[in-house]
C-alpha cells in the first residue's frame, strides 16, 4: 500500500521540474536533441569559469603585482659646494732620523782595559770612549824616538862635514834619508799608542755600547754608537705626481706620534726615484736644541706649496669607480655624474679635494645605492649641515 502510494508522487515531482524546464529554457534550445544540450551546457559552464578568472585578475592584489619590475626613481640628498682658495699642503708619512751617527771603530787591536761611558750619557768631541791595553806600544815609541834622534845627529854631522868637504852630496842625502825614516817610524809609534784611546769624533750621545771590560777588540771592531742630537732630520717619500712641488727650503711642520711638533724645513729632495716604489725620498731638518727627539720615531710631516682652488668634504662621502679612482657622485641635471678628486689636505674637520668643478652638488646621503648615469630625485642638504 505504501508502495503504491510513493510512485505517484515521483513520478509527480519530476512532471513538475519538467515543466519548469521547458518553461524557462528558449525554444531553440528545446529543439535540440539531449545530448546537443548536455555539450553546449559545458561549454558554457567552461566558458564562464575562465571569463570570471579574466575579470578577477584586475583586483589591487593583482595590480600590484602586475607592477612588479617598476620601480620608483631613486631620491638623494646633496650638498652645493663652491670652491674656495686653499693652501695645499703635501702631506708624507715619515721618520725621525739622526742627521750624524756613527759606530766608533778601533784601528788597534787588544783587549779593552776601560769604559769611560754609558749608554745614553753625552759625550764632547774627543772624550775617551773605550780604552786599548797600551802594552809594549809606549817602549816601542821610545825606542823609535831615540832611533830618530840618533838619526838627527848622525845627520847634523854630515851636513857639517859636507860643508867642509868631508862628505859627499851623496852620503848627505843617505843621512838624511834615514832620518826622515826615523821620524816617520816614531810618528807611527806615538798614533798607535794615541789610537789606544779611542775616542768620539762628535759632540753627541752614546745609544750603543758593544764591548766590555775584559773584551778583546781587533782593528775595525766597533766600541760605540755616537748619535748628534742636533740637527735632527725627519725622512720620507713622495709620489712622481708630487715630488715637483716641493723645493729645498720650504717650510715644514712635523707632528710626531709622541704628540710633539717642531717645525723645520726641507733639506733635500731626491733627484732619482726608488726602482722599487717609483717614490723620491725628501728630507726636513728640525731642530733640536733639548735633545727630545728621538730616531725613528714616526712623524706626520705637512709640507705647505701653493695655494689651489678646493671644496671642503666629509671622508665618508668619498668613493671609488671600477677603476679604483677616488672621487664622489655629483648630480648635474638629474642625472649622477662620477667625478674624481684629488686630496689635498685632511684634518679632524674635514677633508679638502681638489677637482671639482666651481660649483657642484655632491650626493651626501645614497651615493652608495646609485650609480653613474642613472637618473635620480635630489633634495639640496640645509646649510650648516657638514657635506
Known amino acids: ?31 535540440m536533441k539531449p545530448q546537443y544540450q548536455w555539450a553546449l551546457g559545458i561549454a ?8 570570471t578568472g579574466l575579470f578577477g585578475s584586475h583586483t589591487p592584489e593583482a595590480a600590484a603585482q602586475a607592477n612588479v619590475g617598476v620601480t620608483e626613481m631613486p631620491s ?38 776601560a769604559l769611560h761611558f754609558e749608554r745614553g750619557s753625552r759625550v764632547k768631541q774627543g772624550d775617551v770612549l773605550c780604552e786599548i ?36 852630496k851623496t852620503q848627505l842625502a843617505e843621512a838624511m834619508s834615514s832620518y826622515e825614516a826615523a821620524k816617520a817610524g816614531a810618528a807611527t809609534m806615538r798614533i798607535q799608542l794615541d789610537d789606544t784611546k779611542i775616542r768620539a769624533p762628535f759632540a753627541g750621545i752614546a745609544d750603543e755600547r758593544y764591548v766590555d771590560v775584559g773584551d778583546y ?57 726608488d726602482p722599487t716604489t717609483r717614490t723620491f725620498r725628501v728630507e726636513v731638518e728640525v731642530p733640536n736644541p733639548d735633545a727630545k727627539l728621538r730616531d725613528g720615531v714616526s712623524a706626520d710631516i705637512k709640507i705647505p706649496v701653493r ?12 668613493v671609488l669607480d671600477d677603476s679604483g679612482t677616488v672621487g664622489v657622485r655629483t648630480v648635474a641635471n638629474g642625472t649622477v655624474r662620477f667625478l674624481p678628486v684629488r686630496i ?22 645614497g651615493q652608495e645605492f646609485v650609480t653613474n648615469g642613472e637618473k635620480v630625485k635630489s633634495a639640496v642638504q640645509k646649510a650648516g649641515t657638514a657635506p
Open 217 to 273: 777588540m781587533r782593528a775595525g771592531d766597533k766600541c760605540a754608537m755616537i748619535i748628534a742630537p742636533e740637527p735632527f732630520l725627519v725622512v720620507g717619500t713622495v709620489s712622481e705626481q708630487e715630488v715637483g712641488e716641493i723645493s729645498v727650503g720650504s717650510p715644514a711642520g712635523v707632528s710626531l706620534v709622541t704628540g710633539q711638533t717642531v717645525e723645520g724645513k726641507v733639506r733635500f729632495v731626491s733627484g732619482r726615484a
Open 307 to 318: 695655494k689651489i682652488s678646493a671644496q671642503k668634504i666629509s671622508p665618508g662621502i668619498l
Open 44 to 51: 558554457i559552464g567552461v566558458a564562464l569559469w575562465l571569463a
Open 344 to 365: 689635498i689636505s685632511d684634518g679632524p674637520d674635514g677633508m679638502w679635494v681638489a677637482g671639482l668643478p666651481q660649483r657642484v652638488n655632491v650626493i651626501t646621503v
Open 133 to 168: 791595553k797600551v802594552n809594549d806600544r809606549a817602549a816601542r815609541l821610545a825606542q823609535a824616538e831615540a832611533q830618530m834622534a840618533q838619526a838627527q845627529k848622525e845627520l847634523q854631522v854630515a851636513q857639517d862635514l859636507y860643508k867642509d868637504g868631508f862628505r859627499s
Open 1 to 31: 500500500m505504501n508502495a503504491g502510494r510513493e510512485r505517484p508522487v515521483s513520478m509527480t515531482n519530476k512532471s513538475r521540474i519538467s515543466e519548469l524546464y521547458e518553461r524557462i529554457m528558449p525554444r531553440f534550445w528545446l529543439a
Open 76 to 113: 638623494v640628498r646633496v650638498a652645493a659646494l663652491t670652491a674656495q682658495l686653499h693652501d695645499a699642503v703635501v702631506s708624507i708619512q715619515g721618520r725621525t732620523q739622526a742627521l750624524h751617527e756613527v759606530d766608533v771603530r778601533t784601528e788597534v787591536d787588544g783587549e779593552v782595559q
